[in-house]
């Protein structure tokens, strides 16, 4: 599923909120009758977690809290050390190169789902998965995909229930500073880390809304979403030709879709992880290109044939 920090926050309409709502309960519907034992979540960071003064490609997190970034859950998620130890070194030899985090921070892109999916973001055990998709450069989608097969591989042996998520993408360019054209207060924190403070949480929060004002009401010079780019990714995804991503490059996608587009980087991982255990068939699939949300949001579920 796409994330957006605006579905938490005043501004979307009525209508665009009942109809992703309405797509998103199906979506935890499907989750309830699956009923997980354990729940693996690929997702980004968007430097609350992560930043460049190290700055890992993967990263799995053997222990997380939230940080409550625009209204979501703040507290320690329910991670199994152990297991995450073990995913780390089936990754690793599986011959993917990945971090391992015992105080991972995480944010609304790994939280939101859980709390969309379960209401308690803390109710299920998980192991989150970092994919860096914001901080460039960037590496190829093929590692993704490798990453994704790795972890899927290892999953599909524990004889476990096993929900795969994936949260990001999909086109989408909303202002997110870069090292080239940070100001000192962003390049501090994008960079070193430095706290932000309730204010600054306040007024980060009142400008994605003033952004999202704008660009829904074409008064932004944020890059356009692409429509007919998201739909080429779902159908892509929906029939199983992963394979043919590892040809989209990181500046061709930028340059389509946007900066944050890049997030799509959780759709390959989690579905390379599904396809590694099987041919897979999408269920659910729902995708409206949403300006208020500064997003085309999207949701598929699918399961093992």
């Known amino acids: 599923m796409s994330h957006s920090p605006l579905l938490n926050l005043p501004g ?6 009942d109809d992703i709502n309405n797509h998103l309960a199906q979506a935890r519907a499907f989750a309830a009758d699956f009923d997980p034992e354990l729940v693996v979540v690929f997702s980004p960071d968007h430097y609350n977690g992560f930043f460049y003064r190290l700055m890992p490609p993967f990263c799995i997190g053997g222990a997380a809290t939230a940080v409550g970034d625009y209204g979501t859950y703040s507290g320690p998620l329910d991670v199994p050390a152990a ?13 993917v190169d990945v971090s391992l985090s015992a105080a991972m921070e995480v944010d609304h892109g790994t939280v939101q789902p859980l709390e969309v999916l379960f209401g308690d973001a803390g109710s299920r055990p998980v192991i989150p998965v970092f994919i860096n998709s914001v901080a460039t450069p960037l590496g190829p989608l093929k590692r993704v995909r490798a990453l994704g097969a790795a972890i899927g591989d290892f999953l599909g042996g524990l004889g476990k229930r096993v929900l795969i998520v994936g949260s ?28 932000m403070t309730p204010e600054g949480r306040a007024a980060r929060q009142e400008a994605v809304i003033a952004a999202a004002r704008d660009f829904a009401h074409g008064r932004s010079s944020l890059q356009p979403l692409n429509p007919e780019w998201d739909r080429a990714l779902l159908d892509l995804i929906d029939s199983n030709r992963l394979a043919e991503l590892d040809g989209w490059s990181n500046e061709w996608i930028a340059h ?8 799509i980087r959780t759709w390959v991982a989690a579905f ?6 099987g041919d897979y068939q999408t269920e659910q699939r729902y995708y409206r290109a949403a300006p208020e949300l500064i997003a085309g949001f999207a949701i ?5 044939v």
């Open 256 to 263: 389509e879709a946007g900066n944050s587009a890049h997030e």
């Open 83 to 95: 297991l995450a130890d073990q995913m780390v070194t089936a990754v690793w030899d599986a011959g």
């Open 300 to 304: 598929r579920t699918a399961v093992v």
């Open 168 to 195: 990001g993408g999909l086109s989408h360019d909303p202002p997110v500073p870069t090292l080239a054209t940070a100001p000192p207060a962003a390049l501090a924190r994008i960079v070193g880390g430095a706290p």
């Open 12 to 17: 979307p309409s009525v209508e665009l909120l």
């Open 272 to 277: 390379a992880a599904l396809a590694a255990t």
